[in-house]
């Protein structure tokens, strides 16, 4: 059994507002595993949950959004269930104690699979996230929802030492923006200035805001890591500076 909420806050941390649509469910020795990369490949991710509802399994995901609309009716904790066909699952069963719905699996042929993400093993720039932070960082996102730009900076503040700045907006002197400043839990080692999508980053705030605790990890190479835990759920997700960015 699984609470509705619960199933529906793990596709949330995969689906991002519909940027990934298919995905692989593995459930191994209990465990799920969900190994995605968005439908235009420019976010990769994986979410593990440490007891899945489902057996031990291969389940091919094609269209979350489907699955979403048949969740939406149910209530309560829900039974997961699965058919095979031919020793291939076939049709993912959830059940509350008024319905029963049924969701077609996909051919895993269909599932995009992931290439090897080669990110750094160590970071420049850390910065430790909680709920005020995730908050505040959608906040100012919400403000300039028409614009993708978003540059993160470590300055010199004459007051707080080195803090991390988050600007929203493009560079024009004309244009609207906003400026967000975080100058604790963060260890700099060296100093960057690189443009991210604040769509993408917004849309993994947003899946992750129930966390319990966060991490940005930043590379002057241009990469950034986004990792949160919430109960026994851990979400990573990968993403690489934005190349036509109006602060480049």
């Given at each position: 059994?699984i609470?509705k ?11 991002l ?8 469910w ?30 031990d ?21 829900l039974l ?19 319905f029963?719905?049924a ?15 080669n ?13 005020e ?5 959608i ?7 028409g ?6 900076t ?10 991390v ?6 560079v024009s ?6 400026r ?6 963060i ?30 990890s ?14 026994d ?9 934005k ?6």
């Open positions: 059994m609470n909420q619960r199933l529906q806050s793990i596709i949330t941390k995969y689906h507002n519909g940027l990934t649509q298919s995905a692989k593995v459930t191994e020795n209990g465990k799920l595993s969900i190994c995605f990369v968005s439908d235009n490949k420019d976010l990769a991710g994986d979410v593990e949950v440490n007891s899945s509802p489902v057996e399994s291969e389940l091919s995901i094609f269209d979350t959004a489907q699955l979403n609309k048949l969740i939406s009716v149910t209530n309560g904790d997961l269930t699965l058919e095979k066909n031919h020793k291939v699952y076939s049709k993912l069963y959830i059940e509350d104690s008024s029963n719905v969701y077609n699996l996909a051919d895993s042929l269909l599932i995009p699979k992931r290439g090897t993400i990110f750094p093993e160590v970071y420049d720039v850390i910065i430790d996230l909680n709920s932070i995730v908050d505040n960082l906040k100012a996102k919400n403000a300039l929802s614009i993708s730009d978003m540059m993160i470590t300055i010199e503040d004459e007051d707080r030492g080195k803090v700045e988050y600007s929203f907006g493009d002197n004309y244009s609207n923006k906003i967000y400043t975080i100058d604790e839990g260890e700099i080692k060296q100093d960057i200035k690189l443009p991210f999508n604040s769509d993408l980053f917004k849309d993994i705030l947003n899946s992750n805001k129930d966390l319990e605790s966060g991490k940005i930043i590379s002057e190479e241009g990469f950034m890591k986004l990792e949160f835990t919430t109960e759920i851990n979400s990573v997700y990968y993403m690489v500076r190349e036509d960015s109006t602060y480049v």
